[in-house]
């Protein structure tokens, strides 16, 4: 039977303010990064929240019964969380079933891994890295939820065990509560490794074992229950030192100037770290990296300003909290903020199908406003219902029901029979769609992987000797080669556009060295190498610049090697949304005033010219699209 007697811990209306704001600046991340590139940490500060209300809720249970009852807390929390998450998963899988059938096998994992709340750990362990732009993902934001719903699972263990203690030695568990918070703080900054992160045979350093299995440590430290429960800890250790219920009668109850202070400071410090934290990981010159100042200590910053910003806003007399967080439109969104941030990443990415697609403010507006229609149907129709009692007062009219249909005519019963049949089907057709299908790559991934043949790992070919061969005529400039290969006449260097056309360059001349995720920079360790084993032929071409931001210092280098090479062709990049588009466009098309051996080839211009070749991502060929931008290539290098 569920208990009906007060909670000491009353409803407090800034702390929904807080939540507002965390699934706010959530929402506008996963919208458009470039927005607010540290919008994420409000994930963190819903973990600082949930260590504090949970700890709250379950220290006033103590103090008014002497004891926990773990089996009211959960009842609660399965009543609290389970209804709309079942309900999302649902809608997911019957539209993924209809419209997304090549996804079903992939999802299947993700459903699972959902419904046991650890999908966190799914990810990590399968390796579908939580910063994939190019994949259709519905559910990749449950991962934060996993995390939450394993503390619920283990807290209220922790503090039945605590209650027994007695409330003497409250404050030293409390202080145990922020040494941990420390510890895992510094355990993090000594996990994570700086640098280029690729695959685990080119950055072995940024992998690690767990349970014999190996992962990627920034997947681990970002996604993992152990790493990012700083935040549960530090809310949990605010639990104990503030309880809301003594505030009032405390001589710190009346120092509400003094938390508008605080308040100022929290707040400044989640604002300062959601506009200057770019994103979890970084794209730079060397290519993809992790961001250093996000796991070494930044995590810890944000827990420290969320407890500054929920200490003043749950201080009975804070005016400021109370009046910025405490009012209607903050507390409508922050009781709503669980259905907000469930619903609103699968309306985004059934818009726009790939994770790292930037949405327009106009799309941003529209598809939030949907996302919200969702979560009010879903808070008032489902969650509520279930959370009231609502749901089974009608579990009951049911049953009476029942015994009705039973004394109804038979045409009347076949008749209701047959509307719930119907109403059943389509769930059971996406289920059985789930269940039986295959796992399939993406259109894009599977592109890449048929073209994959076709390219040459330049920097693994063996190199056997270094014997001089006689001279070779290319395009009327004598060059000379050796005997552990042939000499390169048309070098394609790229990353994954490239690799799209890989076959279709093969096939015309071109000797491809592809691969995803390839920085500008490491176009220098090829020519370098080719330079040094002598198989550098008359015309290289270089496509690059999508993944990463590369500088005219490193461009100066690649052209230093390539002095004497009597033609490089650089291809701008098509990258919509990313701010990298413009800035490595720019440097592109300033080189040929500087270098007399190079020209430009435009393919943004021309890709914007005819998205019919690109993929719904705007980036990545189609098979049409890779016929003709080998076309375009080598029609421009004189080979076609």
């Not at 922790?158 to 568990?173: D, E, N, Y």
């Not at 993809?288 to 910053?301: A, I, K, S």
């Not at 489902?382 to 045409?411: C, T």
């Not at 080669?481 to 279709?504: F, H, K, P």
Request: charge should be positive; include cysteine.
């Amino acid at each position: 039977m569920n208990d009906k007697r007060p909670s000491l811990l009353g409803y407090l209306p800034a702390l929904d303010g807080v939540r507002a704001l965390a699934v706010m600046a959530v929402v506008v991340y996963h919208a458009n990064k470039q927005w607010l590139g540290g919008g994420f940490l409000g994930v963190e500060v819903f973990f600082v929240i949930s260590g504090f209300l949970i700890t709250s809720l379950l220290i006033a249970e103590t103090e008014r019964d002497g004891t926990i009852s773990l089996k009211n807390f959960w009842l609660r929390r399965a009543r609290r969380l389970l209804p709309a998450l079942w309900v999302m998963l649902a809608l997911v899988t019957v539209y993924c079933s209809l419209f997304e059938r090549d996804t079903l096998g992939a999802l299947r994992g993700d459903l699972i891994a959902a419904l046991v709340y650890g999908f966190n750990w799914f990810q990590i362990w399968v390796g579908t890295s939580y910063f994939t732009a190019f994949d259709f993902v519905p559910l990749r934001h449950l991962w934060s939820l996993a995390v939450e719903e394993q503390f619920y699972v283990f807290w209220p263990l922790l503090m039945f065990a605590v209650a027994r203690l007695g409330r003497r030695r409250l404050a030293a568990v409390g202080l145990l509560f922020v040494a941990t918070s420390i510890a895992i703080a510094i355990l993090t900054a000594v996990i994570y490794r700086s640098g280029h992160i690729a695959t685990i045979g080119e950055t072995p350093e940024q992998y690690m074992a767990f349970l014999g299995h190996p992962v990627s440590r920034i997947d681990f430290l970002f996604l993992g229950t152990f790493s990012r429960a700083g935040g549960l800890f530090i809310g949990a250790a605010l639990a104990v030192f503030w309880r809301p219920w003594v505030l009032g009668s405390s001589p710190i109850g009346t120092r509400g100037q003094l938390l508008d202070v605080v308040f100022l400071a929290g707040s400044g410090g989640l604002v300062v770290t959601a506009v200057v934290f770019r994103d979890v990981v970084d794209v730079i010159n060397v290519g993809t990296t992790g961001y250093d100042l996000l796991f070494r200590g930044g995590f810890f910053f944000v827990g420290l300003s969320s407890v500054a910003v929920i200490a003043a806003a749950v201080h009975p007399t804070a005016s400021m909290t109370h009046h910025l967080l405490g009012n209607r439109v903050m507390t409508y969104i922050g009781q709503r903020s669980y259905g907000l941030y469930l619903y609103h990443w699968p309306v985004f990415q059934m818009y726009r199908r790939f994770a790292g697609q930037g949405l327009t403010p106009y799309e941003f507006v529209l598809l939030v406003l949907l996302a919200l229609a969702i979560t009010e149907l879903s808070y008032r129709y489902i969650e509520m219902p279930v959370r009231d009692g609502r749901f089974m007062a009608w579990r009951q009219r049911r049953r009476a029901e029942r015994v009705a249909f039973a004394a109804l005519e038979p045409r009347m019963r076949l008749r209701r029979a047959a509307t719930v049949a119907l109403v059943a089907l389509l769930p059971a057709f996406s289920l059985l769609s789930v269940a039986t299908a295959e796992v399939k790559l993406n259109d894009i991934s599977q592109s890449l992987a048929e073209s994959e043949s076709a390219v040459v790992n330049v920097l693994d070919e063996p190199t056997s000797t270094t014997v001089m061969a006689g001279p070779v005529i290319v395009d009327g400039v004598t060059q000379t080669t050796t005997l552990d290969g042939q000499l390169i006449d048309v070098l394609a260097i790229g990353d994954s556009v490239m690799l799209g056309a890989a076959r279709e360059l093969s096939a015309r001349g071109a000797t491809v060295d592809a691969m995803k995720s390839r920085s500008v920079r490491q176009a220098l360790e090829i020519v370098n190498y080719l330079k040094s084993v002598r198989r550098l032929g008359s015309i290289v071409v270089i496509h690059l610049g999508t993944n990463s931001t590369t500088s005219t210092a490193v461009l100066d280098e690649i052209m230093t090697s390539l002095a004497d090479t009597p033609l490089v062709l650089f291809l701008t990049v098509h990258v919509p949304s990313e701010p990298r588009q413009s800035i490595n466009n720019r440097l592109i098309n300033a080189l040929p005033a500087r270098y007399g051996n190079v020209k430009v080839l435009d393919w943004h211009s021309i890709a914007s010219q005819y998205p019919e070749y690109l993929y719904s991502d705007k980036t990545h060929l189609r098979t049409a699209g890779a016929r003709f931008y080998a076309d375009i290539i080598m029609q421009a290098v004189g080979r076609l």
